[in-house]
Each structure stands twice: as C-alpha cells, then as structure tokens.
C-alpha cells in the first residue's frame, strides 16, 4: 500500500523559510515522478514543482527562484525548501506521486502572515 507523509508546514511571517518533506512508502521510488501541489481556500489544487526520476525540476512561475524541490531516492523522500514566502503562498501543500499511477499524500498547512 502506498502511502505518503507530508511534514514541515507551520506558521512562518512574510520572508520567512520552511522546509516541507514527503516520506513515501513506495515501490520503485527511484523511478517515480514526484511533485509538490497546493490548495488554498477556495481554488483548485495547483502545482508547485515536480522532479523527474532523473533529477528534472519543475517549477510553477508563482514559486520559480523561491522553491527548490529535492529528492533522496536512498532514503524515499522529496524535499520542498521554500524561501522568501509570501502570504499568497499559504495553502495546504500535498506530496504527490506518479509511479505509474497517481498518489497523493494527506497534506500540511503552510501560513505566511505577519
């Protein structure tokens, strides 16, 4: 059963830095597409990065130059660090997970305010 765990939101001021991890159980892991989506109040869930199993990084324009999204294929984990946040980024944040089907984790709340 494939499960993934999100951590690392919280409450942080306008500038500020958090960093957020998915640990996933998964077969394979090495060989998914792994990526970072978010949903704040009232809009459809969006995407924030992705890396492919090669290390490719894919980022939305809203976060490009703020976000840095990582992996640990020895350890089954993704990374989102994020910089230089700004209240608009405050969502719920979820892992996901294409290997080949589609999975998603619980999600973490993130919000930037002052």
């Known amino acids: 059963q494939v499960q993934l765990v999100e951590s690392g939101g919280g409450l942080v001021q306008p500038g500020g830095s958090l960093r957020l991890s998915c640990s996933a159980s998964i077969s394979r892991f090495s060989r998914a597409v792994m990526g970072w989506y978010r949903q704040a109040p009232g809009k459809q869930r969006e995407l924030v990065a992705t890396?492919?199993?090669?290390?490719?990084?894919n980022y939305s324009d809203s976060v490009k130059g703020r976000f840095t999204i990582s992996r640990d294929n020895a350890k089954n984990t993704v990374t989102l660090q994020m910089n230089s946040l700004k209240p608009e980024d405050t969502a719920v944040y979820y892992c996901?997970?294409?290997?080949?089907?589609?999975?998603w984790g619980q999600g973490t709340q993130v919000t930037v305010s002052s």
């Open positions: 996901n997970a294409v290997s080949p089907s589609r999975f």
């Open positions: 890396i492919s199993s090669g290390g490719s990084t």
